[in-house]
Structures are given as structure tokens and as C-alpha cells.
């Protein structure tokens, strides 16, 4: 039984041995290929190459029937395959080739998402999530502030008190706040990491501003773990003077359901300190209702009778009356 693309299986392993509760990942066609790599190569025009695998030897090469030796080292399985396909053109009309890497030259480790340089990395010796999350350039600006692991349960449950492991007992997940791993001193979160770990970063959830704002639209959190609502009102340039800022409303995902909570908060209390700020989740909807008239027109009555004596006297001595 031969793997199919994005399969994983590991040095040593024989193909009909895969563990049935492998996780099945995407290989990146932008891998890098190095000496003890074996990849498996699809040219179905080809019968003495197709399906059949090919290692990178000590100094960098395969050697294939029809085209000889080829230096793989170095190249990424994308660029392999349009070497291929251009030499075996000199053979073949239009050969449609394909690549697949089903031995890695050491275990790997995958980070998915929104890093600046997602990809498979080797694991060779070992490595903290620190110094791999420098090896793959940090996260993307626009990236949750939260990263997520993935072990096999082969490799035992990652030994930090959030980690939860699935119901079958094949793997273990956690995440981890970025702030608390880059900001404390030898932080419990820089685990070693295993081969097959998998660590993903997925992009910020926004939060969102409608009605009476003077900029309404979505706002990406920044570094800061949490954003307030004074925060978010500043970000969205205030409130317009129709806004009711007595009833501020949140409107809250309910995790497990398409519905939202309904959360009043009083602005005029946050401003005055007799209630705290209040903190924002994302995907937090905030909705700053328009005043209705009364509310309205009320400060601009009072302002009338408090400069009526004044315009009468002003306009009797220009000669109005």
C-alpha cells in the first residue's frame, strides 16, 4: 500500500505498518529536500519511475531510469518536479509528474497557520517551542495571539495542566498565551518538542464596532492580550453625539450555538470609575444604540433656557422688538 500525498510516515517505517491513528498532514510542495529523504514519484507514462521510491543519497542526488542523476538536495519538492518534468519532456510528450515525500531524513515537526515561515521542519536533537518559533520567524502581524500543539498519543500527553487529550486517546492538544511564553522567565509553556508535533497559529479574530461610532468596522487586536471597551470606542474614534451612552450592548458568541449574549454596559459609570472597564473577547460584537429624541434635543432645551434672557436683551437693543 503506498501513501498517499500529504501522508506521513516515519524513517524506519514500512508503509503497510502505518499506525491507523496517524494524523494525515499536508507535505507543502515548498519543502526543502535533503540527503535521506525518500520520496515517491507519480509519472504514470513511465512505468520504470512511476510509484516507485527514490532516496537522496549522502551528496544530494537521485538516480532515475530515462534521466539519470539528479541533484535533489536543496530543492523543494515543487522545484524537483519541474526539473523532472523538463527532462523527461526530451522522452515523454507531456508527462504529468507528481511528487511525494514518504521519509523524511529526520522526524519533523509542522507549524501550520499564520507564521511567517510555515512549513516542515527537522527535529534534529532537541528543541524547545522557543527556539523553533525563532527558526520559523515568529508569527504573522494579523496572528492570534494564541498557539495551538498537537502531539501524538505515542509520544505521551504534553505535560502542561490545559492539555486536553481526545477521546480516543490518540493525541493531546493545548494552547498556550504567546505573551506568557515570550514574556516570562524560563516559562512552563517552552516544552521540548516531539516529532509529529504539530503547532498551529490561526488569524486574529477581529472585533467589531456598529452603530453610533464615528469609524464603525472591525478592529484587529494588537499585541496586548485583551482589549477593553474604552480601549475599542477610542479605536473607533468615539461615539457620534446620537449615541446612547448609558446602553452599550456587547453581543457576545455563545460557544456551541449560532446564538450571541446580550451584555449592558454603562459608560457613563466606566468614565465616572464607579464600574471597571470592561474587557473584550473576539468576535465580540459591540453595538452603540442612537439615542431617541428626548435623550437628544434634552442638553440643547436646557441650553435654550439657560441663554433665552440673554438673546431677548441682545435683540431688543438691536432693535428686534
Do not use: C
Request: aromatic content about 6%; charged content about 15%.
Amino acid at each position: 500500500m503506498s501513501l498517499g500525498w500529504g501522508q506521513v510516515q516515519r524513517p524506519g517505517e514500512a508503509s503497510g505498518a502505518q499506525n491507523p491513528g496517524q494524523s494525515v498532514l499536508s507535505v507543502r510542495p515548498d519543502y526543502q529536500l535533503g540527503p535521506n529523504d525518500q520520496i515517491l514519484i507519480t509519472v504514470p507514462q513511465a512505468p520504470e519511475i512511476n510509484q516507485r521510491p527514490f532516496r537522496v543519497d549522502a551528496e544530494g542526488f537521485i538516480e532515475l531510469p530515462l534521466v539519470g542523476k539528479v541533484h535533489a538536495a536543496g530543492l523543494t519538492v515543487r522545484a524537483l518536479e519541474g526539473q523532472l518534468t523538463g527532462k523527461l519532456r526530451e522522452f515523454i510528450r507531456e508527462p504529468q509528474l507528481s511528487i511525494m515525500v514518504t521519509q523524511f531524513r529526520s522526524e519533523p515537526v509542522f507549524f501550520l497557520g499564520s507564521f511567517k515561515a510555515p512549513g516542515i521542519y527537522a527535529l534534529q536533537g532537541n528543541h524547545t517551542l522557543v527556539e523553533m518559533l525563532a527558526l520559523v520567524g515568529g508569527l504573522q502581524p494579523n496572528a492570534s495571539h494564541r498557539i495551538k500543539i498537537t502531539r501524538r498519543g505515542e509520544y505521551g500527553t504534553i505535560a502542561l495542566p490545559g492539555a486536553v487529550k481526545d477521546t480516543l486517546g490518540r493525541s493531546s492538544t493545548v494552547e498556550i498565551s504567546l505573551q506568557s511564553l515570550t514574556q516570562n522567565v524560563n516559562p512552563v509553556e517552552d516544552i521540548t518538542l516531539q516529532a509529529y508535533d504539530v503547532v498551529s497559529a490561526a488569524p486574529a479574530a477581529p472585533i467589531y464596532l456598529t452603530g453610533e461610532f464615528v469609524k464603525p468596522g472591525t478592529i484587529l487586536p494588537s499585541e496586548q492580550q485583551s482589549l477593553s471597551i474604552t480601549q475599542a470606542i477610542s479605536q473607533g474614534g468615539g461615539l457620534t453625539p446620537a449615541a446612547t451612552r448609558g446602553k452599550v450592548r456587547i453581543l457576545r458568541p455563545i460557544l456551541g450555538t449560532s446564538r450571541r449574549a446580550e451584555i449592558e454596559v454603562n459608560l457613563g459609570r466606566v468614565y465616572a470609575g464607579k464600574d471597571n472597564d470592561f474587557p473584550l473577547l473576539p468576535n465580540d460584537v459591540v453595538y452603540a444604540p442612537r439615542a431617541n429624541l428626548r435623550t437628544i434635543f434634552a442638553p440643547v432645551g436646557t441650553s435654550l433656557l439657560t441663554t433665552a434672557p440673554l438673546l431677548i436683551v441682545s435683540l431688543a437693543v438691536a432693535g428686534v422688538f
